[in-house]
């Protein structure tokens, strides 16, 4: 039996007069998840424990049953481990954007955050940017790493955890109430304004109608992780399939596979059909018994606040991701059970994770059922069924045999 996880990044949402009071999953073409529906199961699962921060984080961690608040020791660190940043006891690190702020006010704290992943800047450019923040802004004490498109690093050697907002929470907002009170951490983020704004990369991006990547913003704090090996943990050998650095270090960090897939981007336009490929192959041809496929951009859509590249997202995802894994280990004639689900919503209308429950989708190719539901928010709901801990729903999966 090979199992495998398709999970949609902040699919879920909330019904949308636009889409005539559906949700984009709801209205979305997915005739392929549809199907999968009809012959097993759907149901909702709650992904965040009661009192945790609704990220991607926890909810990811949940999701391959790590419960969050054993395992939860920040985001940044996670991502860290992707990096390949040998933390030390004493550091501390943090998540550092390099986020899009307007540029019309005189004073810092009067800017508004316009875009959290600066036009999904490329990972190439980004690089560029943070170099000239490191060599502005580096210290013995304090380290930039680069990651992957605007997602970044920032190492605080003895440092302390702070409590940050993340920028995709205060979209459009002022940011002065939001700014870090350790005042090296809030003169960082200023200075590194001042470094970017006229940087060469900005004003080429402004040239193309591109948002410039003007500021660093530190958020997500953590110490670091420590989780088990996924395999002594469940039984099966697992591989994972993703683009951005948080899920590659929960990876790195539970002795999983990390799956490297050229385009594969975590924006909208990423390497779908790629990572379907790869899952597959790393089932049928390298022995693994589980894969893990995450894909970023439903969630990019939902804090961009755009409907129609949300449902975009979902119905590529369905297509070019769920299509043919079903159709690769169905042809390699493999039995499989493969779970379909989000890690958080990111609804629309307020453009961040909420903690609410996430429709989930089971379905097992040995034992097809008979059903008329679809698989959606609503449906999900009214299915009657609920996993209260999502830590709890890899053991749903992978059943004993």
């Known amino acids: 039996m090979k199992y495998v996880i398709v999970l949609g990044d902040g699919m879920a949402d909330r019904p949308i007069e636009e889409l005539q009071g559906m949700t984009p999953l709801e209205y979305a073409q997915t005739p392929h998840m549809d199907a999968l529906a009809l012959k097993g199961e759907i149901g909702m699962v709650h992904t965040i424990p009661d009192g945790m921060s609704p990220g991607s984080d926890t909810a990811n961690l949940s999701v391959l049953g790590y419960d ?3 395992y939860y020791s ?7 481990l992707s990096i390949g940043v040998d933390m030390k006891p004493a550091d501390v690190s943090f998540r550092c954007n390099l986020v899009t702020l307007s540029e019309e006010e005189a004073a810092y704290g009067d800017k508004r955050i316009l875009d959290h992943s600066s036009d999904e800047i490329p990972t190439e450019e980004a ?18 790493y680069a990651g992957t498109s605007y997602r970044h690093l920032l190492i605080w050697n003895g440092g302390e955890i702070l409590e940050l907002t993340p920028p995709h929470d205060i979209l459009e907002q002022a940011i002065g109430t939001y700014l870090p009170q350790d005042k090296a951490l809030r003169d960082m983020m200023e200075k590194s304004y001042h470094i970017l704004v006229n940087h060469p990369v900005n004003l080429e991006r402004k040239k193309k109608g591109l948002r ?4 660093c913003w530190f958020w997500g704090a953590g110490t670091r992780p420590s989780l088990s090996s996924f395999q002594e943990k469940t039984g099966v050998k697992g591989a994972m399939v993703s683009a951005v650095d948080l899920l590659k270090g929960i990876a790195v960090g539970a002795s999983m596979k990390n799956l490297t897939v050229e385009g594969a981007t975590g924006g909208l336009h990423t ?12 089932l049928t ?11 970023e951009a439903p969630d990019e859509m939902g804090h961009q606040g755009n409907v129609a590249k949300k449902v975009q ?18 042809q390699a004639g493999e039995e499989y059970r493969i779970l379909i689900l989000p890690d958080h919503p990111t609804p629309i209308c307020i453009r961040t994770h909420t ?14 059922q008979e059903h008329t539901w679809k698989y959606n928010e609503k449906e999900a709901a009214e299915s009657g069924r609920r996993i209260a801990r999502g830590c709890e729903m890899i053991d749903y999966l992978i059943a004993p045999q």
């Open 271 to 282: 390497n779908y059909k790629g990572k379907a490929q790869a899952a597959v192959d790393v």
């Open 74 to 80: 920040g985001r940044s660190p996670l991502e860290a």
């Open 313 to 330: 997202a979902i119905q590529y995802l369905d297509e070019q991701v769920i299509a043919p894994i079903c159709e690769g280990l169905t």
């Open 212 to 215: 410039p990547a003007n500021s």
């Open 355 to 368: 903690g609410d429950d996430v429709p989930y989708l089971l379905y097992d190719s040995t034992a097809p």
């Open 285 to 295: 041809k390298e022995g693994y018994d589980f894969v893990y496929v995450h894909v």
């Open 127 to 144: 690089a560029v940017l943070l170099e000239a923040v490191r060599k502005e802004l580096a210290t013995d004490v304090y380290q930039f």
């Open 68 to 70: 969050p608040k054993a």
